[in-house]
């Protein structure tokens, strides 16, 4: 067992996995060093609030710095780790490599298109801010260009969100898209005919929300039909083109497309294990470490285990968050020569939001549906949120989109001209040289 | 005189100047179009406090659309401004011709490089939202590197603020970061040594905030030196590298450099008159029309004229929105056959904030400094805020960050990745094709 007097605990990721395991050791006799590429904590339950333009980056983010500025044994590092050598014990970033005694890895996940790269640019996903941001931008510009149309030759074309995947994200994407079209945005763009907006929900699987029970995800697709979302299930997507979604014979027209099917684990799982599963997850024994390696635990998204009882653990906040616990835990017993013990998740319920008074909650011993369901759903996720401020902030955000109908934040940001900008630039300040080229092209 | 029963009134620029000739049109049987390349008003005397983290986009911008939702006789769209065609009267867009009976152009300015536009992505600018998010980014950035720096080596070079021009953005700016350094982020950053961290405002002139007298300069430098900025006056920059600001001989190592100095009327200037002045100014007649254009009116920083005491009339947010308010009436005036007037701004006072606590105000009949002249700058500038929500909000957040040092916004997204993309994308809703080309290199 290593000497842990003092030991050197290394998490990567301030996820929700990696935060609980930060905070879980702040009184523990260790010297933390928290790794991440972004120096925020992302609030993801609530992205699609940024997508939506209901609430601002900051109201759902927030700095790790100032998470973790009352801990006096945890620093925060923004940096990129490339890989490690576990013989070693070190983590490898561009610049150096990073010592560690334990290292615990919750580098979460990316959308993935199941081997179609290509469709990314097409059809974004939403994992993080800047996802948030660029979807946001598409389908407010999406408004704007049939308002243009509508201004200058009188009628515009229809406008079509197709959301590939019928999960919780895609869900809420559909349904909050479908509720400020027909709402806020419907108020702002005067000339622009409700009727012609249609959004589309695209599911491969049987039905919606297939981690709930037959009944809910039957209320949830009723529940989006309300909203006037259109729900095709058993549909699987075969192309994704510009402006055009095509499902074997069956080609949907798309204004702006919304990807929220696949998961891929963070390729940091790649670096730790040769036997990762189809998502790139890393199988972890009951301790959430891997074979011979007791130091290093791999949890959240990242990881891939069933519960006793055989049914696999779900890629969910609570259950990083409480391997997040477990793994604080399972230090701190090393620390006082105690036994480890296995993780055991515990599932608490699941909810999924809809749209305005629309959602879904599935708790173990009863289930709610429509506005009591979003009750819950809404005072759980503030009662979530970090920080005080952006708890405070985001209710009177939602108080006063809620009453008004408006929403607060309908900006679009021009970012290419910015990047234009950025990419010329020799600021070293910019993050890891992305691996693209620049040149200058005459135009003729 | 054109008639104007119904006329066609389009309005490009949705600043102060081009927002208060639409309101003051309101209850006149006219239609009004606003074009603007952004969908949102931009609150440009707060893009500071975006800049330094301590507001979030949304709080100082707010969308047009819903700014005039409640017009009927005004129309938005978004849209980018080519040209005109005077004779015909219309304007020119990459894909249409709008007409017009009345052209009122308050396009505004950027800043100027004074020839070395290359300086421009080295020295980045503050006139709009992106321009805020990529300074807040590089601010931040710059400390995270000197944390990195400490953490795994024990010691960070120096960081060095440069920002050149001793204007109120220079001078706010500088105030900010040096208050900000001192205090949130010291906090944030625990290695670093606040010691190794300067702010110095460069000013080629004899002394900062030149439209004040001469005490109130000299007020404002002492407040400056009280929250820790370097001011250089007399001082002309001369060339700028990454990381280095030339000075003839005197060379300043630079972490981040930020330009407040010269500005650059809009291009659209030089479309409407031969003799714009140097900064592109469009010299206006005294009823802010051009020459032998009755219908075409130039107003804000787009325009220049002087008052009838001679002095050149300063391009401020309330000489802007004094002009707008003038051209609805001049406009009214045709309307109801009514002889037009003469413009003559009303100086009602000239304020600047520096830091807590720490601002100038100047008025017709007396001055105020310091901690008085702070408080009447928020309580104006709260008061102005377009909006309700945002007057609260941005409330809330001063409140906050006034008891806690806490700034709500400290964010760092990066844009390079998310814009790669976005260059990779075919996605038509993209803003003019930007005049890059990106390649994929293989890494060696």
């Not at 050197?8 to 523990?28: D, Y």
């Not at 996802?131 to 049939?146: G, H, K, M, P, T």
């Not at 529940?223 to 074997?248: A, C, D, S, W, Y």
């Not at 979530?384 to 939602?398: A, K, P, S, T």
Request: proline residues 6%; glycine residues 8%; without cysteine.
């Amino acid at each position: 067992m290593t000497e842990t007097r003092g030991a050197r605990v290394v998490v990567i990721g301030g996820g929700f996995g990696g935060l609980e395991t930060v905070s879980h050791l702040k009184h523990q006799p260790v010297h933390i060093l928290l790794l991440d590429r972004k120096n925020h904590h992302t609030f993801q339950p609530l992205l699609y609030q940024v997508a939506t333009a209901g609430l601002s980056p900051a109201e759902i983010a927030a700095p790790l710095r100032s998470i973790v500025s009352k801990q006096k044994n945890t620093e925060v590092l923004l940096t990129e780790v490339n890989g490690f050598d576990l013989a070693r014990k070190v983590v490898k970033t561009a610049d150096t490599e990073i010592e560690y005694d334990y290292l615990v890895v919750a580098a979460g996940a990316r959308h993935s298109y199941f081997g179609n790269d290509q469709w990314e640019p097409l059809a974004p996903g939403l994992k993080t801010v800047e996802d948030a941001l660029e979807i946001r931008r598409r389908v407010l510009l999406a408004f704007e260009d049939a308002e243009r149309q509508a201004a200058l030759h009188g009628h515009h074309s229809d406008i079509n969100f197709v959301i590939v995947g019928g999960g919780p994200t895609g869900v809420e994407l559909a349904g909050t898209i479908s509720e400020v079209a027909r709402t806020a945005l419907a108020r702002d763009f005067r000339t622009i005919d409700p009727k012609h907006t249609r959004v589309i929900l695209v599911e491969a699987g049987p039905r919606v929300l297939a981690a709930f029970s037959e009944d809910l995800s039957a209320s949830a697709e009723r529940q989006l039909n309300k909203l006037g979302v259109e729900v095709r299930t058993k549909t699987m997507v075969t192309q994704v083109l510009p402006h055009e979604v095509h499902m074997g014979e069956v080609v949907l027209p798309s204004s702006v497309t919304l990807w929220a099917a696949g998961v891929a684990a963070s390729p940091l799982g790649r670096a730790l294990s040769q036997n990762v599963d189809r998502a790139g997850r890393v199988p972890v024994q009951p301790d959430l470490t891997i074979p011979d390696h007791p130091e290093v635990f791999v949890i959240g998204d990242l990881a891939t285990i069933k519960n006793p009882d055989g049914k696999p653990i779900p890629g969910v906040a609570p259950a990083a968050m409480q391997m997040g616990r477990f793994v604080a835990k399972t230090i701190s017993n090393d620390l006082e020569h105690r036994a480890r013990t296995n993780f055991v998740y515990n599932d608490k319920g699941n909810l999924a939001t809809i749209g305005r008074n629309a959602a879904v909650a599935q708790f173990p011993k009863f289930k709610l549906t429509g506005y009591p369901a979003w009750l819950a759903w809404l005072f759980i996720h503030i009662l979530f949120l970090i920080g005080f401020r952006n708890r405070l902030v985001v209710m009177i955000e939602w108080a006063w989109s809620y009453l008004t109908y408006q929403r607060s934040a309908r900006l679009i940001t021009d970012e290419v001209g910015r990047l234009r900008e950025q990419l010329r630039s020799p600021d070293s300040h910019l993050p890891e040289p992305p691996a693209v080229e620049v040149v200058e092209k005459r135009r003729a």
